[in-house]
């Protein structure tokens, strides 16, 4: 028989392995709790994963090409991006040439491009006093169903104006990630710019882009003649350039709430 110093031994040994048993098991309840605590943070923080609905099965571009026609934010289509190429009244064989080459002509082919890439495109113009020349962007916008038209006065000096006015009526018309603004003599990549568009950024407040800063032209014989120069000082302060950029959904829901006092 075992001497009763050794069952002393074997006692505590036995209570030591069951504190220790106890021990383990209370650090790895803990240490689970804490993982599941972290994962389920990370996916609130994350939040729900976002798809990509350019249109549902019966809609055509052209429902969405006329104008503002809603002043709520709940229907509006879900997309990657939204293009917006601003064009003018002049510009008849500048929209043509995008048609003949990477923009679709017809409806069934824009809306094919849509889908297949999450960007809506739309042609953005003003309007303009001259009976004749509404006329005629009429009759693009039945043939293409690919203009959107901005209540802004369609003038060369009004361009900061329509830039803003296209801001906000594109964000009431698509729920967007980023909103878009091209110029309509420029050969575009649509399946390269959604591949830009849908990379992970760090910030939700993005511009994609040029910025540039240059001299103030203060001579009247230039063309890119500045009448108000001097309150300017010798250069341009630093600022979005280029034919095309985009902006996140957050900072145009910013923009959209800014007055515009060249509206008609």
Sequence with gaps: ????????????????????????????????????????????MRGPISTYRCYKAGDKPNDFSSGIQTNSVQSRPKVLGFVGIQTGFGSAERRKALRETWLPSDQHGLLSLELATG??????????????????IEK???????????????????????????????????DADFYVKADDDIYLRPERLATLLAKERSSPRTYIGCMKKGPVFRDPNL????????????????????????????????LSGLRNDRSL
């Design 223 to 254: 063309k890119w003649y500045e009448p108000l120069g001097d309150l300017l000082g010798s250069e341009y302060f630093i600022h979005a350039y280029g034919p095309i950029y985009a902006l996140s959904a957050e900072i145009v829901a910013g």
């Design 119 to 136: 960007l809506a495109f739309r042609f953005v113009i003003g309007q303009n006093k001259d009976g004749h020349k509404m006329a005629e």
């Design 140 to 174: 693009e916008v039945d043939n293409y169903g690919d203009i959107l038209r901005i209540d802004i006065e369609e003038d060369y000096n009004n361009l900061p104006y329509k830039t803003l006015a296209f801001f906000k009526a594109a964000f009431l018309l698509f």
């Design 1 to 44: 028989m075992p001497s009763p110093t050794l069952k002393r031994k074997l006692l505590l040994t036995r209570q030591l392995w069951a504190s220790y048993s106890r021990r383990s098991l209370l650090a790895f309840c803990c240490f689970l709790c804490g993982t599941l605590g972290t994962i389920v943070s990370i996916s609130i």
